[in-house]
């Protein structure tokens, strides 16, 4: 994950990723993306000093996205739920996690491209059919950080979202990421927001990156003054409609809801924490009969 500051600046409830001050992340989506790591490592065979098969880890983790994302749709398809805030924080915590896990790394590499698709679709689906919830409800007003719900870092949040989705660019998938990109950022701008492209997912100077690259970034992605109109960068009300209906949660969620992995291993969970001990042993006693350890210990 970047890194995260505190002070007495920062907002109740909030999290300044990596000291700039448009990188504001709420404490609850932090305390959603801490459950979905905890659960990856759990499925991770690496973790646990066992070999299973080659795509174990890529298919548990396709459940883990399926579960959150099936979870997170029936919130953006009640009636009650569809703009609440803790939607809102279901959404921002998948954002990060997508941008900081191993999940969001291997779910396109698994021997199922239906899967992998159905799983992209659903990401982007989920974030198009919220915004434009919202932006329904706002109406006749503009939507806003404020309005229809109190939702701070709104505008951070749809653009980090709209840069997520095109890490999957040229994979092959039907739908196109900067297409969706340009939609959502066409409506920030349309309700006047920033609806220009982030250059990097995380704004400011990270603790991995070269402290010159961070000074670049910072002063190319500092915020324009305020009375400043800012605009989307090729995106048009079309391309909104066209995204409306190529990026449909009911759908998305029905397609992925459809499109099934392999089932889990020898009937055990995806968890390997919660395998028994004697199947765990003996799972790491198949993998060292099998020839598949040097002498060294050392596995590849």
């Known amino acids: ?60 983790c396709c459940d883990l996205l399926k579960k959150e994302m099936l979870a997170i749709g029936k919130l953006v398809a009640s009636k009650n739920e569809k703009l609440s805030i ?9 954002t990060l996690y997508m941008a ?18 159905a799983i992209y679709n659903a990401y982007g689906a989920l974030w198009m059919t919220y915004l434009l919830n919202l932006e329904t409800a706002a109406k006749p007003q503009k939507l806003g950080p404020t309005h229809p719900v109190a939702i701070r870092n709104l505008e951070n949040a ?23 990109q340009n939609a959502m950022l066409r409506v920030l701008a349309r309700n006047d927001m920033d609806g220009t492209p ?10 991995d990156s070269d402290e010159e690259d961070d000074e670049e970034d910072e002063e ?37 809801r459809e499109a099934y992995g392999p089932v889990e291993h020898g009937g055990r969970p995806w968890d390997i ?18 020839g598949d350890e040097d002498e060294d210990g050392l596995f590849f």
């Open 1 to 60: 994950m970047p890194s995260a500051v505190h002070d007495a600046n920062i907002p109740d409830g909030f999290i300044c990723v990596n000291d700039h001050p448009t990188e504001l992340w709420s404490k609850a989506a932090f305390d959603h993306v801490q459950r979905l790591q905890t659960d990856e490592e759990n499925r991770n065979p690496d973790a646990h000093d066992v070999y299973i098969y080659n795509d174990y880890f890529g298919y548990a």
């Open 86 to 94: 803790n939607t809102f924080h279901r959404l921002e915590a998948l």
């Open 100 to 117: 900081n896990s191993g999940a969001a790394d291997v779910f396109p590499t698994i021997d199922d491209p239906e899967l992998s698709e």
């Open 158 to 180: 749809v653009r980090t979202s709209a840069k997520v989705i095109t890490q999957y660019t040229g994979l092959g998938f039907d739908n196109d990421a900067e297409e969706l």
């Open 198 to 207: 982030k250059e990097k997912l995380f704004l400011g100077k990270s603790s």
């Open 220 to 256: 190319d992605e500092a915020p324009p003054p305020k009375k400043k109109k800012r605009t989307s960068t090729g995106g048009d009300d079309a391309d909104v409609r066209a995204a409306a209906k190529a990026w449909k949660a009911s759908a998305a969620m029905k397609a992925l």
């Open 273 to 290: 924490t919660k395998w028994p001990k004697a199947a765990l042993a003996a799972e790491k006693a198949r993998f060292r009969l099998d």
